[in-house]
């Protein structure tokens, strides 16, 4: 197993920064998010593509998660179809002013440090083999850096596929080519995974999905 603590430097080293140079605006992402509103703004959505699962929930992400992921479509380092296709039409204000605006709708929700439902004995082993709180936090919402996404009560089969596609290799239209992730999640079998997405899912979360307004000049 790999020292968690030099994961998280790794991962730290990596992180994609959001350029200075674009000043984010909530209120201007406001009137962008047209294109998000029909998957991310309906409570229970689900996707079909690459199997049947429900889309994340993104209110309450940090901006700067939102950006690196955006960008990471954008590039083709994360291979979906329909999200490069929208991140491919943002510019990088538009993707700073996004975000923004899915960071401001996040919640007041405190929580512990710690989970207070603890992992059966199996899980814990693999949340530990893979030194998931050395970066996504103990509680799993605080992670040690914003471009690293909160995962506790996100969507369990959401977080089963992402696991899943950095499994995958060879592959045009599935995968995320993330190296430190990919090494961690490869030590893994299917089943392991959909154990530690099962867990991280049913815990308390920060994220939610937030219906649009009707009169909102972002909604639809």
């Known amino acids: 197993m790999k020292n968690p603590l030099s994961i998280a430097v790794a991962l730290a080293a990596a992180a994609v920064v959001v350029p200075?140079?674009?000043?984010?605006?909530?209120?201007?992402?406001?009137k962008k998010i047209a294109m998000c509103n029909g998957c991310h703004g309906i409570p229970g959505y689900q996707a079909s593509f690459p199997q049947v699962y429900k889309v994340p929930m993104i209110a309450g992400q940090s901006a700067k998660y939102i950006v690196s992921t955006l960008n990471a479509y954008k590039k083709g380092d994360r291979?979906?179809?329909?999200?490069?296709?929208?991140a491919e039409s943002l510019s990088e204000q538009d993707m700073a002013d996004i975000a923004a605006y899915y960071e401001g709708l996040g919640g007041s929700v405190s929580l512990p440090e710690t989970p207070a439902e603890?992992?059966?004995?199996?899980?814990?082993?693999?949340?530990?083999?893979?030194?998931?709180?050395?970066?996504?936090?103990?509680?799993?919402?605080?992670?040690?850096?914003?471009?690293?996404?909160?995962?506790a009560g996100q969507h369990a089969d959401?977080?089963?596929?992402?696991?899943?596609?950095?499994?995958?290799?060879?592959?045009?239209?599935?995968g995320r080519a993330?190296?430190?992730?990919?090494?961690?999640?490869?030590q893994f079998t299917v089943a392991e995974l959909k154990l530690l997405a099962n867990y991280v899912g049913s815990l308390p979360s920060q994220l939610k999905t937030v219906r649009p307004n009707p009169f909102h000049p972002g909604a639809h």
Do not use: W
Request: net charge positive.
């Open 79 to 86: 291979k979906h179809p329909s999200m490069r296709g929208i």
């Open 118 to 151: 603890q992992p059966p004995a199996q899980v814990a082993e693999l949340l530990t083999k893979g030194a998931c709180a050395s970066c996504h936090g103990a509680n799993f919402s605080k992670p040690i850096d914003p471009t690293y996404p909160k995962i």
């Open 20 to 30: 200075s140079a674009y000043a984010q605006d909530a209120q201007a992402g406001a």
């Open 178 to 186: 993330n190296a430190i992730m990919g090494g961690q999640v490869k």
């Open 158 to 174: 959401y977080l089963f596929v992402s696991l899943k596609a950095y499994k995958t290799e060879g592959n045009p239209r599935v």
